[in-house]
Structures are given as C-alpha cells and as structure tokens.
C-alpha cells in the first residue's frame, strides 16, 4: 500500500501533515530495528509491520498501531510535533504503557513463575548458572541467574557451527544486592522476534518503569536497548579474564573462582565483544570453563569441550 506523506514543504523531510502518520526522528543509525524492538513488545511482526510506514522518511501510523497496542497509541499521540515523534518521545510513551500493555510479566512473582523452581532451591547446583558482578549497569552489586539447559542449548549451537544465540523464551534475571538486601530485579526474556524484552520490580516485586542508575535513572526499557544493542564494551567484561579497573561506583569484578578466568575460552566465544543477540554478560564462557575445571559432564558437554579445544 501506498501511503501518502504529504509532506509540507520541499526539502523539509520532517513533516508529515496526515495526522494519522508521524515521522519517527530516533536519531539513530538504525531507526527501523529501534522501532522494530520498541513495538514487538506489544505485537506480531505482522502488527508491527502495519504499523511502520517505510515508504519515504520512517514513520509510525498511529491509527494502525491503535488496534493491536491502543494504549501506546494515545501516549504516542499527544507527544507528536508538528508530524514529526522523537526518539525521547517515543520512548516516554514507551515507558508509559510498557508495563500493562506490553506482553512482560507483570510482578516479579510471575516472572519467577515462568521459570518454574527458583535457584535458590536444593536443585540450584544442578540447574542454573548463577553469578555475581560488579559492573557498569549499576551501582550494585548483581546476581545473575539464567537456566543451564538454555547456556547449554546456546552453547550446543554453536559447537555445531552456528551462531552462540539464547532460544526464544530463554529468561535472564539480574537480582540487585545492597548489603545482603533485594533491592531491584532485572530480567530480560526472549521474545520470539529475537529481541529481548526488559523488565524491572522494585524491591517489593512491582514493576518499576526505571532502576536506579548513576547519576540518572535507566528507564525501563529505552535505556536497556541503548547498552544491550549498543557497540560499546563495559568492564569488567571487557578485560576478562583480566581484572577491571575500579569504576565510579567502586570494584568492579565478576565475582568467580580464579579457576574460571579461562583466557581460550573467551577468545573463541568473544561472548561480550560480540554483539549479534543483546546478552552482554558471560554465563557461556563461566559454564564452560566450569566444565574444564573438572565438572561432571554428558555427552552435549562433549560435544562443547570439543568445539572449544
Ligand atoms: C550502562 C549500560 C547498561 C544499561 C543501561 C543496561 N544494562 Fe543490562 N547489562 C549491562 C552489562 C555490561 C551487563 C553484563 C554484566 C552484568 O550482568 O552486570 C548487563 C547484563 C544484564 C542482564 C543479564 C543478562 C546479560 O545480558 O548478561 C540483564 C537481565 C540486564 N542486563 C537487564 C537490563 C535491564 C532490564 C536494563 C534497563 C533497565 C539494563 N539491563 C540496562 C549493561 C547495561
């Protein structure tokens, strides 16, 4: 279908005079993925697709956007200017509706409810990789939990030639520790467009549309997408199996055993420098370097050990 941007004046590509169509001005080099990422949370790629206009600038239709994410639509709506929706605007309707409307759970209880027995259980050991760091995202310091069987299935595909990619549906949760105190918990969830969804519940288990950051909040999830589909590399991450300098919030580290500090094992994963699913931290590389420390193994281990000889 084509659709007539009307624009108002010659040379003037930021104008859009249906009042139904405005043009989205992110500011980025890839506008259309931004887009892609902010509104998958609340449809199909279908619905998604309906409501981008690529035909000339990129431009949000708000009337098709209304169907499958109303809420959104309204907030979208009254920060339009003159035709034209700016990447802060965008993102404050975003943040806005995200948690009600978007497809997240929306307590931290049914978060954990999607991951079925929490880590802290007698099968901990045996079913989740489970890390501390101090790092860039916070001033806190963060617990990390993703399910074994996920590492191991991203693991196994890429022992298998393929890409070190987390299937759809796979959670990681981020707990943020001050003094032995629960004070936010982050998630990401795979999406089944590939994206991740980012969640945040305060230190009650309600969502939280911004965590605390320094010096300002990270708005949930605007800010999220800026780190984790950005280019820019963090420590410590970054100097694995090095140790970082401290940061502006203290020590920074990946509280793990020496043992785990495998400089081979991050070379050929490059799980933070590489930068094709949005996971910025190293449950891959910390799991199989677990391994070649000794652990018990089966054969898709093998099958990993193999690949990372
Ligand atoms: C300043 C950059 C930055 C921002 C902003 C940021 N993150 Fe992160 N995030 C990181 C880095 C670096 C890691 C890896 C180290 C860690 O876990 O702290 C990470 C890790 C994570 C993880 C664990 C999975 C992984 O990628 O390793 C989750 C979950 C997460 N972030 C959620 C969020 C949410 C939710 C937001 C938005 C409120 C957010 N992040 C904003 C940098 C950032």
Known sequence: MLVALGLACVGCATRS???EVAILSFESRQPERMAAFFLGAYGTSAEVA???????????????????APSLAVAARIRVKDGVLTREGF?????????????????????????????????AERDWVTYEVSGSMTRFRRRIHIRRDAVRDALGRFARGGELRYANGTVVVGEHLEAGVMRETTAMIRRPDGFWSFVAFDESGAPIDSIDGTPDRLGVPGDCFGCHYGTRLFEPERSFPGQA?????????????????????????????RRSDGLLGLPATLYVARLKGGEPTDSLDQVILGALR
Not at 92 to 120: C, N, Q
Request: charged share 25%.
């Open 91 to 123: 993102a404050a309707a975003i943040a806005e509706t995200y948690v009600l409307s978007a497809d997240i759970p929306s307590t931290r209880d049914e978060l954990w409810d999607l991951l079925g027995d929490m880590p802290d259980s007698e099968e």
């Open 245 to 273: 300098r401290p940061g502006p919030a203290g020590p920074r580290s990946i509280h793990v055993p020496d043992s785990y500090r495998d400089a081979g094992v991050v070379q050929v994963l490059q799980e933070h420098a």
């Open 50 to 68: 309906s409501a981008l206009s690529k035909d000339g600038p990129l431009a949000l239709r708000l009337d098709s956007l209304s169907v499958f």
């Open 17 to 19: 005079a249906d009042p």
